[in-house]
């Protein structure tokens, strides 16, 4: 089993930015517009609890737009059900929003005040009905090369909105040093990457040796040789969180000479956000979403060293 991750494809560059999503939905059975690549679609005409309300249902990502009318119905997922949750029924979706064939559609995980539906996210349906024994979800998220495991110990972060799940980036820390690179972040399971504003992004890279904007299939991703990438953390409240080398530098080339970044430049992560933080992170913590009160907790997983 290789103990390495994977060489870079042109598929596996194309970063996700769902930017904290709130809303559910479905691909319809007759969309007609980007939905080639998607065997298993969501039949209304099949199902005794759909309700059509006949609104329009429209969600811009990062990486596209979904279309289609609202509806309710009865949602389960393992063993928790919410009976008439409000989703979309899409039968237009710009390519590259997600990939076939094996998802049929999205659930949003962040907060009501980012639905465009604005309907109570499911999730959120769960707490409100009592349903969870407590107000949280969370995420482990493993690599394929190696096994998950975690660690007890939890740190908590308040929240400073509740919208995004965000909380304050205090520091990205270059091979020990901090640098003065800061502000609101979402944690994001949607997002791939990492991405801020341009300008604090080439100052990370400005500590890069030979770091330089990519071009073509690497457009919007930093490169730099592999043999001089520094080590990558993260700083949230008081605590510094160290970033896997094998999640932050991606080989581009089968002898390893050139990687890119995991930090991609983006001016306009969101309402609130300046900074989106996603799997490259999450893969190193137990990451949990609190509502009571509003927080994000990290718990160092044994195999993100």
């Given amino acids: 089993m290789s103990t390495a991750p ?10 996700k930015f769902f930017r904290g999503s709130s809303d559910l939905w479905a691909i319809h059975t007759l969309c007609t517009i980007g939905c080639d690549d998607f065997p298993t679609r969501y039949d209304p005409t099949k199902s005794s609890t759909y309700k059509n309300s006949s609104l329009a249902f429209t969600v811009p990502y990062g990486g596209g737009t ?20 409000v989703f979309g029924v899409v039968d237009t979706l710009t390519s590259g929003v997600i990939f076939g ?3 049929s559609g999205l659930m949003g995980l962040a907060w009501t005040a980012l639905s465009a539906t604005r309907a109570t996210p499911w999730w959120y349906e769960l707490i409100l009905q009592n349903l969870l024994s407590q107000p949280l979800f969370a995420f482990n998220l493993a690599r394929a090369w190696r096994h998950p495991g975690s660690r007890v110990t939890l740190h908590i972060i308040n929240l400073t909105s509740a919208s995004y799940w965000l909380i304050t980036l205090n520091a990205v820390v270059i ?5 003065s690179v800061r502000g609101p972040a979402a944690i994001d399971s ?27 299939d690497l457009a919007g991703h930093y490169v730099y040789p592999c043999a001089s990438a520094p080590t990558v953390s993260l700083t949230f409240g008081t605590l510094t969180y160290p970033i896997n080398l094998a999640d ?17 430049p ?20 137990y990451t949990v979403f609190h509502t009571h009160p509003a927080s ?10």
Avoid: H
């Fill in 266 to 285: 983006i001016d306009s992560a969101g309402q609130t956000a300046e900074w989106i933080v996603g799997d490259t992170f999450m893969k190193n913590y």
């Fill in 190 to 216: 949607g997002t791939t990457f990492i991405a801020g504003p341009t300008a604090a992004v080439a100052q990370v890279y400005s500590t890069f040796p030979q770091a330089q904007l990519g071009t073509g």
């Fill in 175 to 179: 091979n020990g040093k901090s640098t």
């Fill in 101 to 103: 064939p094996e998802p």
């Fill in 248 to 264: 932050f530098s991606r080989p581009v080339d089968s002898a390893g000479i050139t990687c890119f970044g995991a930090i991609s």
């Fill in 6 to 15: 994977p060489i870079v494809t042109r598929r596996s560059l194309i970063q």
């Fill in 66 to 85: 979904v279309t289609g009318t609202q509806g309710r119905e009865t949602v389960t997922m393992a063993n928790f059900t919410v009976k008439n949750q």
């Fill in 296 to 305: 994000v907790g990290f718990a160092r997983l044994k195999n993100s060293k």
